[in-house]
């Protein structure tokens, strides 16, 4: 069994070199300077035609992760022309004024759609407890992207590695990612983390101005086989 890796991609230039690299899966996002937005179908479907790697696309209409009624029918057109154009899938997570999960708005949004991630609006959470409560009663959600911490994994490492030890179903949901470092994986792959999300870690001097390096998620790709295929091996002998 190995590891899930996933890599945020910008265009189709990122993608390719993803799959070179051997990722299973990216997430597409534009509007990187506003924390990240949702790309035009254009380009979801430029990325579609260069890559036969399931794909993801940020549903986020606005810096934040805040939302509102009138925006409802816009991300649910954004995610029917998404769909049209070869995404598998979508990444979302809304709040709502009390910094809760809006899990009314976000079924509306996924309506009956299988495989979706929810992104890392959960670690601003007033309390992770309840959010994770209500994370396990949103229909078709199979990822949880997280970092434990708004403040990344370095922050939020005990608090993955905890809820990966105690929660079933979070251990099969979390994607661990926001500044993932490699000193982190083996944390992880302990408590039964299998999933994991890389950002500008994969590209050149950690620079979102330069492509995604093959080698890069090579590297990326062998720690994280390696490190699961030496738990099991540990596992096995104990």
């Not at 299988?114 to 396990?136: I, K, N, P, Q």
């Not at 792959?189 to 950690?206: C, E, S």
Request: charged share 25%; with cysteine.
């Amino acid at each position: 069994m190995t590891g899930l890796l996933e890599v945020r991609v910008l265009q189709a230039a990122d993608a390719e070199r993803a799959e070179a690299g051997g990722a299973d899966r990216v997430e597409l996002i534009s509007g990187l300077e506003a924390g990240g937005l949702s790309p035009e179908p254009a380009l979801v479907g430029q990325v579609r035609r260069v890559t036969e790697l399931p794909l993801r696309v940020l549903l986020r209409l606005r810096p934040g992760y805040s939302t509102d009624g009138g925006e409802l029918a816009r991300l649910q057109g954004l995610l029917s022309a998404y769909r049209s154009v070869g995404a598998d899938g979508v990444v979302l997570g809304f709040l709502n004024a009390h910094t809760e999960i809006d899990a009314p708005v976000i079924t509306e949004v996924v309506g009956e759609l299988d495989g979706w991630t929810f992104d890392r609006a959960v670690d601003s959470c007033m309390s992770l407890d309840r959010a994770w409560r209500v994370l396990r009663q949103l229909p078709g959600l199979d990822q949880v992207l997280t970092a434990g911490s708004p403040r990344g994994v370095s922050e939020g490492l005990d608090e993955l590695v905890h809820r990966a030890e105690t929660d079933t179903f979070a251990r099969s949901t979390i994607m661990a990612g926001g500044e993932l470092l490699a000193e982190h994986v083996p944390w992880l792959v302990r408590a039964g983390v299998r999933a994991f999300h890389l950002d500008q870690v994969v590209r050149p001097g950690g620079s979102w101005k330069a492509y995604v390096d093959a080698d890069l998620v090579r590297t990326w790709r062998t720690l994280i086989d390696s490190t699961v295929q030496r738990h099991q091996q540990h596992l096995e002998r104990a």
